[in-house]
C-alpha cells in the first residue's frame, strides 16, 4: 500500500504513475524547457518560445524551494537545486 494519501477520486484508476517530489518537479521543469523553446510541446510538436510563461513556472520552483526548506531530502533539495540553475541560465540567454 502507499503512503501517498487519495481522496477517493479514483486516480487509481487513471492508470498514472504515482507522483512524489521529484517527478513534480522534474515535471514542471519540462513545462519551462518546452515554454523555453528548449523541448518540443508536446501537444502541438512544435517549438514555441513564450518566456514569460517559462518565468512563471521557474518562480513557482522558487517558490517551492523557499517553501520547502528542511522539508526535503538530500537528492530531492539537489534535484530542486540543479532545475532551479539550468532553468534561471536558460532563461537569462533567451530573454537577455
Keep these: ?9 479514483g486516480e487509481h484508476l487513471m492508470g498514472l504513475p504515482e507522483i512524489d517530489f521529484s517527478t513534480f518537479v522534474l515535471s514542471l521543469s519540462s513545462s519551462a524547457m518546452v515554454h523555453l523553446g528548449e523541448a518540443v510541446d508536446p501537444s502541438t510538436g512544435k517549438l514555441d518560445v513564450q518566456p514569460h510563461l517559462a518565468k512563471q ?3 513557482i520552483l522558487g517558490m517551492l524551494q523557499q517553501k520547502t526548506t528542511n522539508g526535503l531530502d538530500d537528492e ?3 534535484l530542486l537545486c540543479e532545475m532551479l540553475y539550468t532553468l534561471r541560465m536558460k532563461y ?3 530573454v537577455g
Excluded: R
Design 1 to 9: 500500500m502507499s503512503d501517498t494519501k487519495s481522496c477517493g477520486c
Design 57 to 59: 513556472v521557474i518562480d
Design 76 to 78: 530531492e533539495q539537489k
Design 92 to 94: 537569462v540567454n533567451k
